[in-house]
């Protein structure tokens, strides 16, 4: 069947817009992978039914609400190759699993009981009467922390940190917050999953600090890249 001058030119335009998208998308750095065709009900509820019926975050963590916060992070899971995606979605739902125990608490245990204001660190002052223990995802602590996350995400976190561990969209936001600041680069360069850990907690884990807790990241993280069928890739220890 012949093709008319005018279907042609239809076909050219969206060839052109075609690779223009894709170019645009490789200067960005980013790829056409959904995260939540990754993060699906399965996975989520995989890690998250692992939980206690008697854990605080029993229900407080959701795959609604990691998915809404997402939202706020479009480049999340969406750096280099569709394999880094699943990298990069692997080793956070690690640490978070690590750092919850399945999305079982919320806060850190005793929390309350431990100093976690630097007091030197004076754009960030502490509030009187207020802590910045672990909460969350990824247990945002130190004020240093929470209060530049509640200035980008737009709530209080030197005055209302208790938020964290009441909004679960914010809470979820404060861990991607956290990862897109400290973490993305690190697993989308190819640096490793051992890199993450070290921004993460790597004073109190790494160089051999505390090794049981730096395989125990990892065996949750090479268990979550065995699901998403993707190599876990290199240097997974810190």
């Given at each position: ?72 992070y479009p480049q999340f899971g ?23 125990g399945h999305m079982c608490y ?75 600041n400290y973490c993305h680069n ?53």
């Amino acid at each position: 069947m012949l093709v008319s001058l005018f279907q042609r030119k239809c076909l050219l335009v969206l060839t052109l817009t075609s690779l223009f998208l894709a170019a645009g998308n490789l200067v960005s750095g980013q790829n056409s992978v959904a995260v939540a065709d990754i993060v699906t009900d399965q996975f989520f509820n995989g890690i998250a039914d692992q939980a206690a019926q008697s854990c605080a975050g029993k229900g407080f963590y959701t795959r609604a609400a990691f998915l809404e916060a997402q939202g706020s992070y479009p480049q999340f899971g969406q750096g280099g190759s569709a394999d880094d995606s699943k990298r990069e979605i692997a080793a956070f739902f690690a640490h978070v699993t690590h750092e919850t125990g399945h999305m079982c608490y919320i806060e850190e245990i005793d929390g309350p009981s431990r100093d976690y204001c630097d007091e030197s660190n004076t754009q960030y002052p502490c509030a009187p009467n207020k802590g910045y223990y672990g909460r969350g995802p990824i247990q945002l602590s130190w004020n240093f922390n929470y209060g530049p996350a509640g200035n980008s995400i737009g709530f209080d976190g030197l005055n209302n940190p208790e938020i964290v561990a009441t909004d679960r969209i914010i809470s979820f936001k404060t861990a991607l917050w956290y990862w897109m600041n400290y973490c993305h680069n690190l697993i989308i360069s190819g640096q490793g999953f051992g890199a993450t850990i070290r921004a993460i907690n790597g004073a109190l884990e790494c160089d051999g600090a505390n090794p049981d807790t730096v395989s125990s990241r990892v065996q949750y993280y090479t268990q979550y890249c065995n699901q998403l069928q993707v190599d876990p890739g290199n240097n997974l220890r810190c």
